[in-house]
Protein backbone atom coordinates (compact mmCIF):
# COMPACT_ATOMS: atom_id res chain seq x y z
CA UNK A 1 0.00 0.00 0.00
CA UNK A 2 3.21 2.62 0.66
CA UNK A 3 6.28 2.32 -0.84
CA UNK A 4 9.21 2.34 0.57
CA UNK A 5 9.82 6.23 0.88
CA UNK A 6 5.88 6.91 2.11
CA UNK A 7 6.76 4.21 5.25
CA UNK A 8 10.04 5.86 6.10
CA UNK A 9 8.12 9.19 5.91
CA UNK A 10 5.57 7.58 8.41
CA UNK A 11 7.74 6.44 10.62
CA UNK A 12 9.67 9.67 11.36
CA UNK A 13 5.97 11.30 12.16
CA UNK A 14 5.76 8.55 14.38
CA UNK A 15 9.19 8.44 16.12
CA UNK A 16 8.94 12.59 16.10
CA UNK A 17 6.62 12.48 18.86
CA UNK A 18 7.39 9.38 20.85
CA UNK A 19 4.70 7.27 21.79
CA UNK A 20 6.05 5.29 24.60
CA UNK A 21 6.56 8.74 26.09
CA UNK A 22 2.86 9.76 25.73
CA UNK A 23 2.09 6.51 27.80
CA UNK A 24 3.10 8.50 31.14
CA UNK A 25 0.23 10.96 30.50
CA UNK A 26 -2.45 9.02 29.46
CA UNK A 27 -1.97 6.67 32.17
CA UNK A 28 -1.30 8.98 35.02
CA UNK A 29 -3.97 11.55 33.59
CA UNK A 30 -6.98 8.60 33.63
CA UNK A 31 -5.74 7.35 37.32
CA UNK A 32 -5.79 10.93 38.72
CA UNK A 33 -9.11 11.55 36.85
CA UNK A 34 -10.96 8.51 38.04
CA UNK A 35 -9.60 8.71 41.48
CA UNK A 36 -11.07 12.32 41.30
CA UNK A 37 -14.33 11.29 40.39
CA UNK A 38 -14.67 9.10 43.39
CA UNK A 39 -13.40 11.66 45.57
CA UNK A 40 -15.87 14.09 44.30
CA UNK A 41 -18.98 11.76 44.65
CA UNK A 42 -19.86 12.67 40.97
CA UNK A 43 -23.37 11.81 40.12
CA UNK A 44 -22.93 10.51 36.37
CA UNK A 45 -22.00 7.23 35.20
CA UNK A 46 -18.59 6.79 35.16
CA UNK A 47 -18.93 4.97 32.18
CA UNK A 48 -20.26 7.47 30.37
CA UNK A 49 -17.89 10.40 31.60
CA UNK A 50 -15.32 8.06 30.00
CA UNK A 51 -15.97 8.72 26.61
CA UNK A 52 -17.10 12.11 27.17
CA UNK A 53 -14.25 13.55 29.80
CA UNK A 54 -11.74 11.00 30.62
CA UNK A 55 -10.49 10.15 27.09
CA UNK A 56 -10.31 13.37 25.32
CA UNK A 57 -9.00 15.01 28.61
CA UNK A 58 -6.28 12.73 28.51
CA UNK A 59 -5.54 12.66 25.25
CA UNK A 60 -5.08 16.25 25.55
CA UNK A 61 -2.73 15.66 27.51
CA UNK A 62 -1.07 13.37 25.59
CA UNK A 63 -1.06 15.36 22.54
CA UNK A 64 0.48 18.21 24.37
CA UNK A 65 3.14 15.80 25.42
CA UNK A 66 3.55 15.29 21.80
CA UNK A 67 4.07 18.40 20.62
CA UNK A 68 6.73 19.38 23.39
CA UNK A 69 8.59 16.05 21.99
CA UNK A 70 8.17 17.76 18.46
CA UNK A 71 9.09 20.86 19.59
CA UNK A 72 12.39 19.62 21.22
CA UNK A 73 13.34 18.17 18.33
CA UNK A 74 13.37 20.59 16.22
CA UNK A 75 15.05 22.86 18.44
CA UNK A 76 17.84 19.83 19.53
CA UNK A 77 18.84 18.52 16.18
CA UNK A 78 22.22 19.35 16.68
CA UNK A 79 22.39 17.26 19.98
CA UNK A 80 20.80 14.72 18.25
CA UNK A 81 23.50 14.30 15.34
CA UNK A 82 25.79 13.44 18.00
CA UNK A 83 24.19 11.15 20.48
CA UNK A 84 20.96 10.64 18.72
CA UNK A 85 21.41 9.97 15.02
CA UNK A 86 18.68 7.65 14.47
CA UNK A 87 16.12 10.31 14.83
CA UNK A 88 13.70 11.07 11.85
CA UNK A 89 14.76 14.53 11.30
CA UNK A 90 18.93 13.81 11.54
CA UNK A 91 17.84 10.78 9.46
CA UNK A 92 16.25 13.17 6.83
CA UNK A 93 13.08 11.15 7.19
CA UNK A 94 11.55 14.39 7.66
CA UNK A 95 12.13 17.94 7.61
CA UNK A 96 13.01 20.68 10.27
CA UNK A 97 10.07 22.53 8.87
CA UNK A 98 8.05 19.59 8.97
CA UNK A 99 8.67 19.04 12.82
CA UNK A 100 8.02 22.43 13.36
CA UNK A 101 4.46 22.13 11.86
CA UNK A 102 3.54 19.01 13.15
CA UNK A 103 4.90 20.59 16.46
CA UNK A 104 2.47 23.86 16.11
CA UNK A 105 -0.65 21.32 15.04
CA UNK A 106 -0.64 19.57 17.85
CA UNK A 107 -0.45 22.21 20.51
CA UNK A 108 -3.28 23.86 18.68
CA UNK A 109 -5.37 19.85 18.91
CA UNK A 110 -4.59 19.82 22.01
CA UNK A 111 -5.61 23.00 23.14
CA UNK A 112 -8.92 22.26 20.87
CA UNK A 113 -9.60 19.01 22.68
CA UNK A 114 -9.49 20.79 26.38
CA UNK A 115 -12.61 23.40 25.75
CA UNK A 116 -14.54 20.27 25.99
CA UNK A 117 -13.90 19.77 29.07
CA UNK A 118 -13.94 22.84 31.30
CA UNK A 119 -12.37 26.60 31.74
CA UNK A 120 -10.25 25.09 34.54
CA UNK A 121 -9.04 22.31 32.51
CA UNK A 122 -7.99 24.98 29.41
CA UNK A 123 -6.13 27.22 31.75
CA UNK A 124 -3.88 24.40 33.04
CA UNK A 125 -3.74 22.91 29.53
CA UNK A 126 -1.92 26.93 28.60
CA UNK A 127 -0.05 26.87 31.62
CA UNK A 128 1.78 23.45 30.57
CA UNK A 129 1.78 24.51 26.96
CA UNK A 130 3.94 27.92 28.16
CA UNK A 131 6.07 25.93 29.99
CA UNK A 132 6.81 23.10 27.54
CA UNK A 133 7.48 25.93 25.04
CA UNK A 134 10.10 27.94 26.93
CA UNK A 135 11.53 24.97 27.61
CA UNK A 136 12.81 24.55 24.32
CA UNK A 137 12.58 28.43 22.62
CA UNK A 138 14.58 30.97 23.83
CA UNK A 139 15.38 32.21 26.21
CA UNK A 140 15.60 28.24 26.62
CA UNK A 141 15.15 27.33 29.75
CA UNK A 142 16.27 23.66 29.04
CA UNK A 143 20.44 25.00 28.74
CA UNK A 144 20.14 26.88 32.32
CA UNK A 145 21.71 24.68 35.01
CA UNK A 146 19.11 23.86 37.98
CA UNK A 147 16.33 25.57 36.68
CA UNK A 148 15.83 23.25 33.62
CA UNK A 149 14.97 20.37 36.22
CA UNK A 150 12.38 22.32 37.33
CA UNK A 151 10.81 23.63 34.62
CA UNK A 152 10.38 20.48 33.15
CA UNK A 153 9.11 18.74 36.44
CA UNK A 154 6.36 21.22 36.83
CA UNK A 155 4.30 20.67 33.88
CA UNK A 156 4.72 17.10 34.26
CA UNK A 157 4.41 16.52 37.51
CA UNK A 158 2.58 19.42 39.46
CA UNK A 159 0.22 20.52 36.19
CA UNK A 160 -0.32 17.27 35.24
CA UNK A 161 -2.06 16.30 38.28
CA UNK A 162 -4.08 19.12 39.19
CA UNK A 163 -4.82 19.46 35.22
CA UNK A 164 -6.20 15.62 35.58
CA UNK A 165 -7.96 15.99 38.96
CA UNK A 166 -9.68 19.45 37.30
CA UNK A 167 -12.17 17.31 35.18
CA UNK A 168 -13.97 16.30 38.49
CA UNK A 169 -12.99 18.61 40.88
CA UNK A 170 -11.27 21.64 42.29
CA UNK A 171 -7.41 21.43 41.87
CA UNK A 172 -7.26 23.95 44.79
CA UNK A 173 -7.94 21.24 47.02
CA UNK A 174 -5.45 20.35 49.59
CA UNK A 175 -5.14 16.43 48.61
CA UNK A 176 -4.46 17.25 44.33
CA UNK A 177 -2.51 20.14 45.05
CA UNK A 178 -0.45 17.31 47.77
CA UNK A 179 0.15 14.79 45.37
CA UNK A 180 1.02 17.25 42.32
CA UNK A 181 4.12 18.68 44.90
CA UNK A 182 5.03 14.86 45.37
CA UNK A 183 4.92 14.19 41.43
CA UNK A 184 7.14 17.51 41.37
CA UNK A 185 9.42 16.92 43.76
CA UNK A 186 9.96 13.30 42.19
CA UNK A 187 10.25 14.36 38.90
CA UNK A 188 13.23 17.05 39.63
CA UNK A 189 15.19 14.33 40.59
CA UNK A 190 13.91 11.47 38.61
CA UNK A 191 13.96 13.40 35.24
CA UNK A 192 18.03 13.70 35.45
CA UNK A 193 17.81 10.13 34.20
CA UNK A 194 17.00 11.58 30.78
CA UNK A 195 20.42 13.33 30.49
CA UNK A 196 22.59 10.47 30.59
CA UNK A 197 22.88 9.65 27.10
CA UNK A 198 23.11 13.31 25.80
CA UNK A 199 26.02 14.20 28.70
CA UNK A 200 28.69 14.84 25.99
CA UNK A 201 26.21 16.38 23.16
CA UNK A 202 24.49 18.83 25.62
CA UNK A 203 27.85 19.98 26.69
CA UNK A 204 29.04 20.99 23.46
CA UNK A 205 25.26 22.92 22.33
CA UNK A 206 25.76 24.69 25.50
CA UNK A 207 22.84 22.65 27.71
CA UNK A 208 24.12 22.51 31.14
CA UNK A 209 22.66 19.85 33.31
CA UNK A 210 23.59 18.60 36.77
CA UNK A 211 25.16 15.19 35.19
CA UNK A 212 27.39 17.25 32.26
CA UNK A 213 28.47 19.50 35.17
CA UNK A 214 29.17 17.41 38.30
CA UNK A 215 29.16 14.09 36.90
CA UNK A 216 26.88 11.90 36.60
CA UNK A 217 27.66 10.48 40.58
CA UNK A 218 27.64 13.44 42.15
CA UNK A 219 24.33 14.28 40.27
CA UNK A 220 22.70 11.13 40.81
CA UNK A 221 23.63 11.54 44.68
CA UNK A 222 21.63 15.09 44.54
CA UNK A 223 18.84 13.97 42.53
CA UNK A 224 18.39 11.25 45.01
CA UNK A 225 16.37 13.11 47.97
CA UNK A 226 14.43 14.49 45.12
CA UNK A 227 13.52 10.88 44.20
CA UNK A 228 13.13 8.83 47.70
CA UNK A 229 11.77 11.61 50.00
CA UNK A 230 8.62 12.72 48.87
CA UNK A 231 7.36 9.26 49.28
CA UNK A 232 9.04 8.23 52.65
CA UNK A 233 7.40 12.11 54.20
CA UNK A 234 4.07 10.63 53.56
CA UNK A 235 3.09 9.31 56.73
CA UNK A 236 4.47 13.12 57.72
CA UNK A 237 1.68 14.57 55.12
CA UNK A 238 -0.69 12.00 56.96
CA UNK A 239 0.15 13.29 60.30
CA UNK A 240 -0.40 16.90 59.11
CA UNK A 241 -3.88 15.76 57.32
CA UNK A 242 -2.96 16.92 54.52
CA UNK A 243 -2.88 13.14 53.13
CA UNK A 244 -5.48 10.34 54.23
CA UNK A 245 -4.16 7.20 56.56
CA UNK A 246 -5.05 5.16 53.42
CA UNK A 247 -2.15 6.17 51.71
CA UNK A 248 0.20 5.32 53.84
CA UNK A 249 1.36 2.70 51.54
CA UNK A 250 2.99 4.78 48.33
CA UNK A 251 5.45 5.45 50.74
CA UNK A 252 6.57 1.93 49.32
CA UNK A 253 7.38 3.67 46.26
CA UNK A 254 10.86 5.02 47.95
CA UNK A 255 12.16 1.49 47.25
CA UNK A 256 11.85 1.53 43.05
CA UNK A 257 13.16 5.59 43.72
CA UNK A 258 15.96 4.37 45.15
CA UNK A 259 16.76 1.85 42.50
CA UNK A 260 15.92 4.47 40.06
CA UNK A 261 19.47 6.05 41.53
CA UNK A 262 21.01 2.96 41.69
CA UNK A 263 20.93 1.66 38.05
CA UNK A 264 21.40 5.79 37.00
CA UNK A 265 25.17 4.73 38.20
CA UNK A 266 25.58 2.31 35.96
CA UNK A 267 24.01 3.30 32.94
CA UNK A 268 26.29 3.56 29.96
CA UNK A 269 23.93 3.38 27.11
CA UNK A 270 20.27 3.64 25.64
CA UNK A 271 17.48 1.26 24.49
CA UNK A 272 16.50 1.83 21.03
CA UNK A 273 13.10 1.21 21.49
CA UNK A 274 12.59 3.06 23.93
CA UNK A 275 15.24 5.72 23.32
CA UNK A 276 16.87 6.20 26.70
CA UNK A 277 18.29 4.50 29.47
CA UNK A 278 17.23 1.82 32.07
CA UNK A 279 17.15 4.01 34.74
CA UNK A 280 14.91 6.58 32.68
CA UNK A 281 12.50 3.42 32.16
CA UNK A 282 11.68 2.75 35.54
CA UNK A 283 11.47 6.42 36.76
CA UNK A 284 8.99 6.30 34.30
CA UNK A 285 7.35 2.89 35.43
CA UNK A 286 7.56 4.29 39.31
CA UNK A 287 5.73 7.15 38.54
CA UNK A 288 2.87 4.87 36.92
CA UNK A 289 2.61 3.01 39.86
CA UNK A 290 2.57 6.14 41.87
CA UNK A 291 -0.51 7.40 39.78
CA UNK A 292 -2.18 3.84 39.73
CA UNK A 293 -1.62 3.60 43.78
CA UNK A 294 -3.00 6.29 44.49
CA UNK A 295 -6.36 5.83 42.39
CA UNK A 296 -6.52 2.02 43.26
CA UNK A 297 -6.75 3.35 46.79
CA UNK A 298 -8.39 6.51 46.42
CA UNK A 299 -11.35 3.97 44.76
CA UNK A 300 -11.55 1.66 47.20
CA UNK A 301 -11.73 4.05 50.28
CA UNK A 302 -14.23 5.53 48.53
CA UNK A 303 -16.56 2.39 47.57
CA UNK A 304 -15.52 0.32 50.35
CA UNK A 305 -15.08 2.40 53.61
Known amino acids: MFNN ?30 ASFFQNNASEDLFTLFWSAIIPASFSLAILNGASNALNQATDINVDR ?24 LYVIAFLLSFAINFTFVIIVLLIAVFTISYSLPPRLKDKLFLNQIWIA ?22 PLTIGFIALTFL ?103 AFGFSLLTIIDSVFI
Not at 226 to 231: A, E, Y
Open 5 to 34: KQRKRIKGYIDLIRPFTLLAPIIVSSCIMI
Open 82 to 105: ISKPYRPIVRGDISLKEAKIVSIV
Open 154 to 175: IPRGLFGILASWSVFGSPLEKL
Open 188 to 290: IGGSITKDIIDSEADKKSGTHTLINTYGLKKAALMALPFMIFPFLYIPMLIQLGLLASYLWVLSFLAIPAYFVFHMMLRDKKSSRTLENTSSWSLMYFTYFLF
